[in-house]
T-cell receptor
Framework: GENVEQHPSTLSVQEGDSAVIKCTYSDSASNYFPWYKQELGKRPQLIIDIRSNVGEKKDQRIAVTLNKTAKHFSLHITETQPEDSAVYFCAASLEGIKAAGNKLTFGGGTRVLVKP | DVKVTQSSRYLVKRTGEKVFLECVQDMDHENMFWYRQDPGLGLRLIYFSYDVKMKEKGDIPEGYSVSREKKERFSLILESASTNQTSMYLC??????????????FGSGTQLSVL
């Protein structure tokens, strides 16, 4: 089955700096890569996703890049703010196949702390 | 707004007890999932269901079973709770799209402690 590794496990950045979280996956057939954010005491929520037919996607201060050849993808947060402090999870799955396509494999999570 | 509701926020049970965790969603989603969340291990899929009475094993199904008798409700059952099942349990749901994934909507979680 799919295995997703996520690094670093914790990340401390100064407000205004950038943060980068990296994930690698094992199954070359995986083609859907979402990122979820979990604030303290709250439920995880989808913040951005990317599919294997594109190499990069941006949404305001967050961006995700995908390197299919190397089987890794990254989350980039620019101009970090205190509200970016949270645990971030990457995930991978195979779209297009019922049931299997909805099964996400998550990475271990990255705790991001933005210091004011 | 989608609501995924888990019946308990905190549960304390004894080793060997049978434990039921209930999850209800109000958006007519076909897919429902049970994950457990442990520090450093992320979210690990226990079971999921893509239709009423249908269930599929996830990555860590041992020691668990599930029930989906109605579309809106997905129950996780610990037949005989053990201390290594102490964890945060998250339920999630999503619409079914054969060609593409839809985002997961999570419940607020149940922190289960098995003593």
């Amino acid at each position: 089955g799919e295995n997703v590794e996520q690094h670093p496990s914790t990340l401390s950045v100064q407000e205004g700096d950038s943060a980068v979280i990296k994930c690698t996956y094992s199954d070359s057939a995986s083609n859907y890569f979402p990122w979820y954010k979990q604030e303290l005491g709250k439920r995880p929520q989808l913040i951005i996703d990317i599919r294997s037919n594109v190499g990069e996607k941006k949404d305001q201060r967050i961006a995700v890049t995908l390197n299919k050849t190397a089987k890794h993808f990254s989350l980039h947060i620019t101009e970090t703010q205190p509200e970016d402090s949270a645990v971030y999870f990457c995930a991978a799955s195979l779209e297009g196949i019922k049931a299997a396509g909805n099964k996400l494999t998550f990475g271990g999570g990255t705790r991001v702390l933005v210091k004011p | 707004d989608v609501k995924v509701t888990q019946s308990s926020r905190y549960l304390v049970k004894r080793t060997g007890e049978k434990v039921f965790l209930e999850c209800v969603q109000d958006m007519d989603h076909e897919n429902m999932f049970w994950y457990r969340q442990d520090p450093g291990l992320g979210l690990r899929l226990i079971y999921f269901s893509y239709d009423v009475k249908m269930k599929e094993k996830g990555d860590i199904p041992e020691g668990y079973s599930v029930s989906r008798e109605k579309k809106e409700r997905f129950s996780l059952i610990l037949e005989s709770a053990s201390t290594n099942q102490t964890s945060m349990y998250l339920c999630a749901s999503s619409q079914d799209r054969e060609e593409s994934n839809e985002k997961l909507f999570f419940g607020s979680g149940t922190q289960l402690s098995v003593l």
